[in-house]
């Protein structure tokens, strides 16, 4: 098998412009670029539920959100392969193999996991099923022999993590499993995109979020309370961009030709940083400016998502057929598995006929 892409999104709820610069935009260019022979990209709802299970219908009802925001962002199911992880149950039974690979020292050890029980207050009574997430994690990406995984760095801990679970795989059993590379986006600045409220990582629990679906008027209202400069109390002043939530945005997502649409003043947003750290341009005026290329960047997609909202059986017959094609690719995976743990005790002919000679008289 060739190069194999493999990345998705835990269903929680719509997905927003950390999404979208972090990995989706991505996806729909390697996706066009067609230089990988496979490409899988689903809905982590087994996941989700490690800290929802008191709230499966959240999980469901997003399913749908996360579909259509895909579709409309421009992953098209012709291309890659949409699916549901729970209606893969491979995944679960090589997630069971894999727990015995890796201790549970060094799970506690995966700076990820730490900040997520953390933020989630787990501290004291951890769910076992999401102190496990990890290596669920490795076992979606290593049943479809992913040999890339495009993600933020906040993930770059758990790709070295199931990097060394398939790695330990290999050599007890056999030379199965493909050990991923994470593929981390181009820009730095699109690693981890701030909040709205320039402290944390843009987060739905956080309310910190532009949604991909919010409308332009939502878009403004979020950009209009964004942090900026808390020392930029008059125009004349002096401004910092390191730190103000409205520039690392431009950084992400601002174009020069935004700046001929928008503010022809300036050519390049090296020349309006310039201005603005000198004094005299006004923090209203930058953040129109954000508002326009954001709003010019959200338009299409959210007239795509209008248009697949209205066949939404349509939505999940191509999620039902794709959690079908991913299913073929994992049974096979699995076969291998099996064969190289020798617990394939049916399909081993050898072992039947060994047996049956041995208690021969």
């Not at 098209?76 to 893969?88: E, G, V, W």
């Not at 030379?175 to 944390?200: F, H, Q, S, Y």
């Not at 679906?213 to 002096?238: E, Q, R």
């Not at 006004?282 to 795509?304: A, F, Q, S, T």
Request: hydrophobic fraction near 40%.
């Amino acid at each position: 098998m060739g190069k194999v892409i493999l990345t998705g999104d835990r269903p929680t709820g719509k997905l927003h412009l950390g999404h979208y610069i972090g990995s989706l935009h991505r996806r729909v260019e390697l996706q066009d670029a067609g230089d990988y022979e496979k490409m899988f990209v689903f809905m982590a709802d087994v996941q989700a539920l490690t800290d929802n299970a008191d709230n499966p219908e959240k999980i469901r009802q997003n399913i749908i959100e996360v579909a259509l925001d895909y579709l409309s962002a421009g992953l098209d199911p012709q291309k890659c392969t949409l699916y549901i992880q729970s209606q893969i149950p491979e995944l679960a039974e090589l997630t069971t193999y894999m727990m015995n690979l890796v201790s549970v020292s060094r799970v506690q050890r995966n700076p990820t996991v730490k900040t997520e029980i953390k933020m989630r207050n787990f501290e004291a009574n951890i769910p076992m099923g999401f102190f496990s997430y990890p290596v669920s994690q490795a076992a979606d990406i290593a049943a479809f022999k992913a040999t890339t995984v495009p993600a933020g760095e906040d993930q770059e801990p758990m790709i070295e993590l199931t990097r060394e679970i398939v790695r330990r795989f290999n050599q007890i059993y056999a030379p199965v499993l493909v050990e991923p590379n994470i593929l981390l986006p181009e820009n730095a600045v699109c690693r981890r995109l701030p909040g709205t409220d320039g402290k944390e990582k843009m987060s739905k629990s956080l309310g910190n979020c532009i949604y991909l679906s919010d409308d332009a008027d939502t878009v403004w209202t979020k950009v209009k309370g964004m942090y900026t400069d808390p020392t930029h109390l008059n125009v004349s002043d002096p401004g910092h961009v390191e730190g103000n939530a409205v520039f690392t945005y431009l950084d992400a997502f601002a174009t020069d030709a935004d700046f001929a649409d928008f503010w022809p003043e300036f050519q390049t947003l090296d020349e309006l940083k310039a201005a603005y750290t000198a004094g005299g341009i006004g923090d209203m005026k930058c953040k129109k400016l954000l508002n326009n290329v954001l709003n010019k960047m959200l338009e299409p997609i959210r007239l795509r998502r209008k248009e697949f909202e209205q066949d939404i059986p349509e939505i999940y017959n191509l999620l039902k057929k794709g959690s079908l094609a991913a299913r073929e690719t994992a049974t096979r995976t699995m076969e291998e598995v099996r064969a190289a743990m020798q617990i394939n005790y049916f399909d081993d002919e050898e072992l039947i006929q060994s047996q049956a000679q041995r208690y021969k008289k």
